[in-house]
């Protein structure tokens, strides 16, 4: 069983859309969850980060965490185009990052 | 917010000879730095940890004699691919740890070997 878990895609809304991201991870000493976004040849931009469970609220954006289910979440409301880019949830627990494959979103005008 | 830099961009080099990349941390000290690797539609390989002052860790498989890293200040970490091959080619993300378990990230370098 991988650590990661997301599905990779791609996910194509409508503009406006509301936008689900999931990823299940199997290794419970992970403490902080985030979430990065992507564009296409440029380094990942963190856009979330929360160590608890229960949802994180930033905008059009909303990080939500369940423990003890392994599995992690990102909303996105009002989608744009400019929301267009891959989406990879990140764990850490001790030292190192695990990242998921990515999931690669389209938001059509 | 903290920046890190990363040069150059982007690069073409020929088959056999060797490349350096650079990351820079701007306004803040790393004294430990990471460079991943990605392939096209795919995730971030970690591919090793560097270390100001010290020897680089590198991940399971990964040949360190051809990815050698140096890290000689709190704000400089260079990746050089040694006799690099039309393999190598690939994106190269550094990062830096800021703040609580958060890694900010360079702009990438993408490396063409002809």
């Known amino acids: 069983q991988k650590e990661v878990e997301q599905d990779p895609g791609p996910l194509s809304v409508p503009e406006g859309a509301i936008v689900s991201l999931n990823c299940t991870y199997s290794?419970?000493?992970?403490?902080?969850f985030m979430w990065y976004r992507q564009y296409s040849r440029k380094g990942p931009e963190l856009l979330m980060y929360?160590?608890?469970?229960g949802n994180k609220e930033d905008g059009r954006f909303t990080a939500q965490v369940d423990k003890s289910s392994k599995y992690i979440s990102l909303f996105i409301r009002d989608s744009q185009p400019s929301d267009s880019a891959t989406y990879l949830c990140?764990?850490?627990?001790?030292?190192?990052?695990?990242f998921g494959a990515g999931t690669r979103l389209f938001v059509k005008a | 917010g903290a920046v890190v830099s990363q040069h150059p961009s982007w690069v073409i080099c020929k088959s056999g000879t060797s490349v350096k990349i650079e990351c820079r941390s701007l306004?803040?000290?790393?004294?430990?730095m990471f460079w991943y690797r990605q392939f096209p539609k795919q995730s971030l390989m970690l591919m090793a940890t560097?270390?100001?002052?010290?020897?680089?860790?590198?991940e399971q498989g990964v040949e360190k004699d051809k990815f050698l890293i140096n890290h000689a200040s709190l704000t400089l970490s260079t990746l050089t691919v040694t006799s690099a091959h039309p393999e190598d080619s690939s994106f190269y993300i550094c990062?830096?740890?800021?703040?609580?378990?958060?890694?900010?990230f360079g702009a990438g370098s993408r490396l063409t070997v002809l």
């Open positions: 929360t160590y608890s469970s």
């Open positions: 290794n419970s000493a992970f403490q902080y």
């Open positions: 990062s830096a740890r800021t703040g609580e378990n958060v890694l900010t």
């Open positions: 990140a764990f850490t627990g001790g030292f190192k990052t695990i």
């Open positions: 560097s270390n100001e002052g010290s020897k680089a860790t590198y």
């Open positions: 306004d803040f000290q790393a004294t430990t």
